[in-house]
Nanobody, 122 residues
């Protein structure tokens, strides 16, 4: 069993930055793919970014490519999402997830955190 806990969300003005963290406990996630997803009110959960267990491969949605960076520290069992040049449309609850497949599909991930709210004001 894996427990994931996100932190780092908050309120920021458009153009600003935030760094989200996702700390894993329980079973190590060092061999798992880690992903970030987001969900805005009234919308489906949306893929944001993913990183392989080694950190050697990353993938981003087109909407965040060039602005967000996903990284991981397996020694700390933690994954990060650096978010720069934030836009109001980035406002959502951000969830981290872990799974055994490198995927953009939410149902392929086995474990999920509760999420952290990111609000970007215009």
């Amino acid at each position: 069993q894996v427990q994931l806990e996100e932190s780092g969300g908050g309120l920021v003005q458009a153009g600003g930055s935030l760094r989200l963290s996702c700390a894993a406990s329980g079973r190590t996630v060092s061999t798992y793919t880690m992903g970030w997803f987001r969900q805005a009110p009234g919308k489906e959960r949306e893929f944001v970014a993913a990183i392989t267990w080694s950190g050697g491969v990353t993938y981003y949605s087109d909407s965040v490519k060039g602005r967000f960076t996903i990284s991981r520290d397996n020694a700390k069992n933690t994954v990060y999402l650096q978010m720069n040049s934030l836009k109001p449309e980035d406002t959502a609850v951000y969830h981290c997830a872990s799974g055994q497949r490198f995927s953009v599909v939410p149902r392929t991930y086995d474990y999920w955190g509760q999420g952290t709210q990111v609000t970007v004001s215009s």
